[in-house]
T-cell receptor, first 113, second 111 residues
Framework: NAGVTQTPKFQVLKTGQSMTLQCAQDMNHEYMSWYRQDPGMGLRLIHYSVGAGITDQGEVPNGYNVSRSTTEDFPLRLLSAAPSQTSVYFC????????????FGNGTRLTVT | TQLLEQSPQFLSIQEGENLTVYCNSSSVFSSLQWYRQEPGEGPVLLVTVVTGGEVKKLKRLTFQFGDARKDSSLHITAAQPGDTGLYLCAGSLYNNNDMRFGAGTRLTVKP
């Protein structure tokens, strides 16, 4: 099994550009989430989804949109990139929510200039 | 202010030494998880603790969940260079579907 797949691995954007970070899982997990990781701040939750058609905000949702049209996919959209969004982004999934183990992708390193 | 405070932030020790890292909060959690992360990769789950006072052992690693379900510790016995990595604790609050992480303890074990 591929597990959780994130694309791209690296991305450079100019301020104001938009892009979508892709996340797909092949484990039929109901729960999916997006985190950003910054030095000294650990992983901060951006958005999460408990199932197809359902999304909710996490700790730092501003500047990001998500949708969950299928169980497998959970894309993260940056509508107008800002330098403060420079970070490493991780997608994670679990079989049934936060009391189940989270399976992480290998991350997308985003730089906004 | 982070929901989960981890200490120490950095730890550098010699092979064979013992160490303990801590994860503390003023909030009560339904469960706590410990993850290890290596450079360029996502975190990987080590253990989940669910019951207050619970102790779990994974070879040389011992995990404890506080009686009040607000804190946890990770003790490593006879550390090895392969234990090097970033150790993260994560917790979910009751009636909540989001998992919050601490900032992590970066452990380096020198041969």
């Amino acid at each position: 099994n591929a597990g959780v797949t994130q694309t791209p691995k690296f991305q450079v954007l100019k301020t104001g550009q938009s892009m979508t970070l892709q996340c797909a899982q092949d484990m039929n997990h109901e729960y999916m989430s997006w985190y950003r990781q910054d030095p000294g701040m650990g992983l901060r939750l951006i958005h999460y989804s408990v199932g197809a058609g359902i999304t909710d905000q996490g700790e730092v949702p501003n500047g990001y949109n998500v949708s969950r049209s299928t169980t497998e996919d959970f894309p993260l959209r940056l509508l107008s990139a800002a330098p403060s969004q420079t970070s490493v982004y991780f997608c994670a999934s679990s079989i049934s929510g936060v009391n189940s183990p989270l399976h992480f992708g290998n991350g997308t390193r985003l730089t906004v200039t | 202010t982070q929901l989960l405070e981890q200490s120490p932030q950095f730890l550098s020790i010699q092979e064979g030494e013992n160490l303990t890292v801590y994860c503390n909060s003023s909030s009560v959690f339904s469960s706590l998880q410990w993850y290890r992360q290596e450079p360029g990769e996502g975190p990987v789950l080590l253990v989940t603790v669910v019951t207050g006072g619970e102790v779990k052992k994974l070879k040389r690693l011992t995990f404890q969940f506080g009686d009040a379900r607000k804190d946890s510790s990770l003790h490593i016995t006879a550390a090895q260079p392969g234990d090097t990595g970033l150790y993260l604790c994560a917790g979910s609050l009751y009636n909540n579907n989001d998992m919050r992480f601490g900032a992590g303890t970066r452990l380096t074990v020198k041969p």
